[in-house]
């Protein structure tokens, strides 16, 4: 009994230590290999991509490519205040009436443990949430500069534009990746096995989304 419990305790911190390595070295290679990634590609193509909506006025694709990036952020923004809101429901009204009884028998943990995961998985979605909300912000913004006469803001140049739009992608794909790790949390709810298996099924995911440039 008690190697299983060893077991399963370092299945944990094996997923939540993979998931956290992932991410360090996704980190290190857009700062220094910038193109070998999908984000680094994606910032060259969205600075490649103002210049030219500037450069030739193209004022109205570049209203209609905002608007639906804001639509977007809008509806995975509502989605995730929703799911969080649900998740507290489930954490502090059903734990309190016998609601959980079946996943806490199914993971043999008690409710402490279990409303432990749910809290992590209400901080996950609050994440995703405030991301695309500040999203939807620096789009809003990109819109007004983007279509500015470089002659009336000389401030306003491709490249400031660029950082500006580059900034709420930047919230938009931080509040994707919360909803992929909210993927092994919620296996997390079934046992350590199952928070294992998502984590391995999430890197290799996450790998072909991240670094399959084709």
């Known amino acids: 009994m008690g190697n299983l419990f060893g077991m399963e305790q370092g299945l944990i911190w094996l997923s939540f230590i993979l ?8 980190i290190y290679r857009v700062k220094h290999k910038p193109l070998t990634t999908t984000i680094g590609l994606n910032i060259q193509v969205r600075r490649a991509w103002v210049e030219t909506i500037m450069e030739d006025r193209l004022d109205i694709l570049a209203v209609q490519t905002l608007r639906n990036w804001s639509m977007a952020a809008s509806f995975l923004a509502t989605t995730a205040i929703l799911i969080c809101l649900g998740t507290l429901n ?16 199914l993971s043999h943990e008690g409710n402490g443990l279990l409303q432990l995961k749910l809290l992590l998985l209400i901080i ?6 405030f991301n695309f909300s500040l999203a939807i912000r620096s789009y809003n913004r990109t819109g007004f500069m983007i279509n500015i006469p470089l002659a009336r803001a000389p401030l306003m140049t491709p490249d400031f534009v660029a950082r500006v739009l580059g900034r709420g ?12 790790l909210s993927v092994p949390l919620v296996l997390w709810l079934f046992g350590p096995y199952w928070l294992a298996a998502g984590t391995v099924v999430l890197l290799f995911v996450m790998y072909n989304i991240d670094y399959s440039l084709d």
Do not use: P, Q
Request: net charge positive; charged share 5%; glycine share 12%.
């Open 169 to 180: 992608m930047n919230h938009y794909s931080l509040g994707m990746r919360g909803y992929y």
């Open 124 to 129: 996950v979605f609050f994440f995703a949430f």
């Open 90 to 105: 489930a954490a502090f009204v059903s734990s309190s009436s016998g609601g959980l009884r079946v996943i806490s028998e």
């Open 19 to 26: 998931l956290t390595g992932y991410h360090a070295h996704l």
